[in-house]
């Protein structure tokens, strides 16, 4: 790439003249979170795309992006910060067409408590985004004596009526992305990874019984291609068979459509003072120190409160029995990343039913971020123009500091300090 500013070629994704060019830094670091949401964005589309579901101005909008990163010679803040929340206008239209692919495809996901341990016979681990890929898994496995788990990202699919009829679906093993070495390592059976979040396995561990499809590649795996899952099928048979033990029940599935079904019944609560406040707690998980803060702070939200959460930041605490307030569970889980469009939809809901804005309700959003999907994410809730997000458990590195400081004046975005203080002052303003 070229600098225009120093008249050099930048070498690598940033300006070599960094200390020299002051407005070059923000300009790169406003790039750089476009080519993050980007590919975020990218990443839905795709799942759309083999659903047969797409939209022209998603793809044009790419092009566009693309070639202004690569093109635009304006220095102008407020311009590249207003390409960057048109991102989040259109991440916010392509998770809503891959919300409507899913749910037209496989039925609109139902409320459903999902087991966490394991049955006695050869099994068969589905990580990733793409329930097409475990749905093709679950017909080819069908009869088979197999049973098909769930694995991180892959666990809302047992809230799909279309896939919750196979009775060898059988649970969610494990937990979030980062934790996949130490239990594809536990795990006996055969591991089919379908998309990103996926880890090259450390050496003589389980390399050989792990296969890669669609985008999806670890080098010296086994690539399917055209949904044929028969290597798959023969390697589970192959391998020892796993036990039967007793796991713990979770919850997902609590759609938008769901969660509309029984608003008469949270306005009710909310009215009756019996609900105080909503928090959305979720987003990306990684193992980072710091990640422990969404644990406590969950663990700290009020007995009168109800936590909304989603993606694999879930799994800090969704296997806490949070109870219930009149019937409604504190802890409702919408589903993964993408599912992000089910929690915008219900704060829309609450804010017409309460007529008000969404930044009126009693509703704060406390988010981890990770990698391109999360800042798809935060960009659409910026969007939307959603105030007082509370992000960490660091900064992203290639926010700079006078980015940083226009997104505080625009948005009030927030860094996490301790869930204590942080609890404290969304509670008491």
């Known amino acids: 790439m070229f600098c225009y500013q120093c008249e050099q070629t930048i070498a690598g994704s940033g300006c070599v003249k960094i200390g020299s060019c002051g407005k070059n830094e923000d300009i790169q670091s406003l790039q750089d979170i476009l080519l993050f949401g980007l590919k975020g964005v990218a990443a839905y589309a795709y799942h759309a795309r083999e659903l047969e579901a797409r939209d022209e101005e998603i793809d044009g909008f790419m092009h566009e992006a693309l070639f202004k990163t690569v093109t635009n010679v304006s220095f102008d803040l407020d311009q590249h910060l207003d390409m960057v929340l048109r991102c989040g206008y259109i991440n916010l239209k392509v998770m809503e067409l891959l919300d409507k692919a899913h749910t037209e495809t496989f039925g609109n996901p139902i409320p459903t408590a999902v087991d966490t341990g394991t049955r006695s016979g050869p099994g068969i681990l589905v990580t990733g985004h793409d329930l097409l890929d475990i749905y093709e898994v679950l017909k080819q496995t069908e009869g088979k004596g197999i049973n098909v788990y769930t694995h991180s990202e892959m666990l809302p699919a047992h809230a799909y009526p279309e896939l919750r009829r196979f009775k060898h679906l059988s649970g969610n093993y494990g937990g979030a992305w980062q934790e996949q070495k130490k239990e594809f390592n536990a795990f006996s059976g055969a591991i089919l990874a379908t998309t990103n979040c996926v880890l090259i396995p450390p050496a003589n561990t389980y390399l050989e019984r792990i296969f890669t499809t669609g985008i999806t590649g670890i080098p010296g795996a086994r690539h399917l291609t055209n949904r044929d899952f028969s ?28 969660i509309l079904g029984i608003a008469d019944k949270i306005v009710a ?35 009168d409160c109800l936590i909304l959460t989603l993606a ?3 799994y800090r605490f969704n296997k ?84 940083l400081r226009a997104l505080q004046e625009r948005f009030d975005l927030k860094l996490i300090t301790t869930p204590e203080k942080d609890l404290e002052e969304i509670l008491n303003k």
């Open 231 to 258: 290597p798959l099928i023969e390697k589970a048979k192959s391998l020892p068979p796993l036990p039967d033990i007793a796991g713990k029940k979770i919850m997902t599935g609590f759609h938008h459509t769901a």
């Open 269 to 303: 609560a909310v009215k009756a003072g019996k609900i105080r406040h909503f928090f959305l707690i979720g987003g990306c998980d990684g193992a980072k120190p710091g990640r422990n803060y969404y644990t406590e702070f969950a663990e700290m939200v009020p007995s």
């Open 312 to 314: 694999c930041g879930k």
């Open 320 to 403: 806490i029995d949070f109870g219930e307030i009149d019937g409604i569970p504190r802890l409702i889980d919408v589903g993964q990343c993408n599912n992000a469009y089910s929690a915008i939809q219900v704060a829309l809901a609450l804010a017409k039913a309460f007529n008000c804005s969404v930044n009126e309700l009693p509703l704060s959003l406390v988010l981890s971020w990770f990698e391109q999907k999360a800042v798809a994410i935060l960009l659409t809730l910026l969007y939307l123009g959603i105030k007082g997000i509370r992000i960490g458990p660091s900064l992203p590195a290639f926010v700079t500091p006078n980015v």
